[in-house]
């Protein structure tokens, strides 16, 4: 049976040289992007018969890669066996739209329901149009680097090296000072980054920079993925005017002149839904974007075709609508009520840019179309406000975890507990699933509720009360 063991930087050596040669476009499929982003998703390895594939926790569980070596067909039944034997979903992630069709026909892998966030899409550029900017749709680039040449003289961009130490430093300490306002996410970002440059050579990476009056003013790091060149970390000193196109090309060109050929793509990763990024990338013309899927087999969330409108005691629970994102930006934000639901928003490292409406709702809606989740909002009537929701979700083929919430101000009125028995009755009778539900084990109302909701405590530890539904 498969052993995944945990990621470590040796770890992450030893399966370079099936990375190197995935065929997948998405970023996260590379040296780099696992060296920044493993942390708190656990990450692990498996190597069988030549073929390697990896699991990432997303939510409360694990996904895997799609496999990378010599014997796919055969991983895979690996793979089945090991999550029938560990009562786990199957679920996979960074999936593409060439290997999304790839699943979509193989018989073991049914039915198979998926989604993704544009969001986290990466942008795919043609290579030989980054080398030379040619054309009328480069105009823009082309004027900003020629304005950078005028300013400051032809630039000098070439790959870091030991003596570059201090100078690097250096131009870090001037970059968070232009980036006063940074978020958790590009503070963690800029850290990792400079972690990654102690280690590119030994990842098999390349890290240039530009250096403007012999002080570096850019730094690029990127690796060679099959035939294609991701750039993982494109940063520069904005007072240099024109400079963001003119490391770019430059570090593309410095790249084809050193492994001796042109490559056919370059993946600049996503946005993470920030507007003016967006807007940045858009502007060098990309050749397209790759999305990657999450995807469910055999969800029991697929077992009904919509999620029904159902009937409890001075309850009743629907499906999401479009009048609800309101409501549930205020559910989702509420520090304090979210305390025992184990959610602050301010740690949400998803999360990148504005908060506004749509942004848990479409979180919602995307993992109930990947099968990783069914939401309900809970009402006084069809036609009331939320003033709640209840949500199955971490389920296996054979049972799901049922949990829910309410605003403050229709707690303690009976409302949670007729919510959750009629959502539990539902997973039982109409998903034939066993439900399972916990809480926090200082949430002495919780636990009432779901004891008095026909469930029993099966265990606990340190954190959680567990318990199954009895009736």
């Known amino acids: 049976m498969l052993e995944f063991k945990p990621y470590s930087f040796a770890a992450l050596k030893s399966v370079l040289p099936y990375i190197k040669n995935s065929n997948s476009l998405c970023s996260e499929i590379s040296a780099g992007s696992l060296y920044m982003w493993n942390g708190g998703y656990d990450v692990r390895f498996a190597v069988w018969n030549d073929t390697f594939i990896m699991s990432e926790n997303i939510g409360e569980q694990p996904a895997f890669t799609w496999p990378i070596g010599k014997d796919i067909s055969g991983m895979i039944d690996e793979l089945i066996e090991y999550v029938s034997a560990n009562n786990i979903a199957l ?86 000072k232009e980036h006063p306002g940074a978020n958790s996410l590009e503070i963690a ?16 990476l390349y890290a240039a920079c530009l250096k403007n009056n012999g002080k570096i003013a850019a ?13 993982h970390v494109e940063k520069a000193l904005r007072r240099y005017e024109g400079i963001y196109p003119t490391m770019y090309t430059g570090f593309v060109n410095l790249i084809a002149g050193h492994i001796g050929r042109p490559l056919a793509l370059i993946n600049r990763e996503d946005d993470s839904g920030d507007e003016g990024l967006r807007i940045s990338k858009m502007q060098y013309h990309p050749a397209g974007r790759v999305n990657k899927h999450l995807v469910h087999i055999d969800s029991p969330a697929a077992r009904i075709s919509a999620i ?5 005691e001075g309850i009743t629970l629907t499906p999401f609508y479009p009048g609800d994102k309101k409501a549930y930006l205020k559910l989702n934000t509420d520090i304090e009520n979210n305390r025992f639901w184990g959610y602050d928003y301010r740690d949400d490292q998803e999360i990148f840019g504005t908060i506004d409406e749509n942004t848990f709702y479409d979180g919602a809606l995307t993992d109930m179309k990947a099968g990783d989740s069914l939401n309900f909002a809970v009402r006084l009537s069809e036609e009331d406000e939320m003033i709640g ?80 539904l009895t009736e």
């Open 91 to 176: 679920r996979f992630c960074e999936i593409d739209d060439k290997t999304l069709d790839i699943i979509k026909n193989d018989k073991r892998l049914k039915p198979a329901t998926f989604a993704y966030e544009e969001r986290w899409s990466d942008y795919i550029y043609s290579f030989s149009e980054a080398l030379t900017f040619k054309g009328n749709k480069y105009k823009g680039q082309r004027n900003h680097i020629n304005k950078y040449k005028r300013l400051y003289g032809d630039p000098v961009i070439r790959f870091v090296n030991d003596g570059d130490v201090k100078d690097i430093e250096l131009f870090f300490s001037e970059y968070e």
């Open 189 to 204: 970002e800029l850290e990792q980054t400079k972690k990654l440059l102690g280690v590119s050579d030994e990842l098999g």
């Open 219 to 231: 730094v690029s790091i990127g690796e060679v993925v099959a035939d294609t060149l991701l750039i």
């Open 308 to 312: 029904p409108v159902l009937k409890g």
């Open 389 to 468: 929701e209840v949500i199955l979700w971490n389920f296996t083929p054979c049972s799901a975890e049922l949990g829910c919430r309410l605003m403050p101000k229709y707690q303690g009125r009976g409302y949670g507990k007729a919510a959750f028995k009629t959502a539990a009755r539902f997973a039982k009778t109409e998903l034939k699933v066993k439900v399972r539900a916990k809480c926090f084990v200082e949430n002495t109302a919780s636990y009432k509720m779901i004891i008095s909701s026909g469930f029993k405590q099966t265990e606990r530890d340190e954190k959680f009360f567990y318990f199954n």
